[in-house]
Each structure stands twice: as C-alpha cells, then as structure tokens.
C-alpha cells in the first residue's frame, strides 16, 4: 500500500529514538540461546530484569531475552514447528536480511577467530570495504548476522 505525500504525512524526522528490540521465531531455544549468549556474548536478561509481559514466557522455556551494550532487546519466540521459507540458508527470501552488531576494529579479527573456533556456519567473509570489515555468519534457525568494525 502506497500513501499519497501530499495528503499524508509521515512520522516526523528524529522522532524514532532507537530500535527498542528485535524478536525472532527460533526452532531450537536452546541453540539459540547458547549463540547469542555464549558465542556472541550478549547479556541475557534474568529476574526482574525481563519485560514483565514476557516473565511468564520466559518461566514457561517460550521466550529468552538478551540485551545488547547499546540498550537493545533480542527476543527468542521458542517456535519449534516454524519452518523456514527454505530450509537451505543460503536461499535469500523477502523477508530481513540481516541484523549486524558493530564490534571495535581492534577486536574484530578474534571475534573471527571465536565463530571459527565454534565452527558457525559462514555465509561470507570477512570482507574489506572501504567503510570497514565484516564477517556473515548464519545464527541457529538460518539468519543471518553480521559482525562488522569500521575502517581504521
């Protein structure tokens, strides 16, 4: 659906503050959570520290929570009938690409060296561009995360 700019208006420029969270379906709770925490290092939320709309959820083993340096929330949705719309990663959909966490560029080449260590499946990389270095990697359920430096 397409709005008309002359008769709509949007959102005001800078009134959107900052991603809030991010929420995934994953198939193996699990795995996932041992990716984002263990391997990516996240902080993952316990006790009062969870959204008080997702403590039930979280009691049941449905839901974990993690939270990046930057303030933002990923949420695992334990989905374990979920199907991806193609089981081979390497297929691209329509749906994200990818989500990318920023590392210093001090830091990125043993980041590299952790998710080879873990043998995490790559998509590509590392890859030098003139705005920085990246490396593609598919988390447990086949998504795609980035960890990226800028150039020094």
């Not at 989500?99 to 980041?111: T, V």
């Amino acid at each position: 659906m397409m709005l008309n700019s002359e008769n709509q208006k949007g959102i005001t420029p800078g009134s959107l503050r900052r991603v809030h969270h991010i929420a995934f379906n994953v198939k193996n709770l699990a795995a996932s959570r041992y990716f984002y925490g263990e391997i990516l290092g996240l902080h993952e939320l316990q006790g009062e520290e969870i959204p008080t709309t997702l403590r039930q959820l979280v009691a049941a083993g449905k839901v974990a929570n993690f939270v990046t340096p930057d303030g933002t929330v990923i949420d695992l949705f334990y989905e374990p009938d979920l199907m991806p719309p193609d089981p081979d990663p390497t297929r691209g959909f329509t749906r994200a690409n990818h989500l990318a966490f920023d590392i210093a560029p001090e830091l990125f080449d043993e980041a590299v060296e952790v998710l080879r260590g873990h043998e995490i499946p790559l998509d590509h990389g590392p890859v030098s561009r003139p705005t920085g270095r990246g490396i593609y990697v598919y988390d447990p359920d086949g998504f795609i995360v980035e960890i990226r430096c800028d150039a020094v």
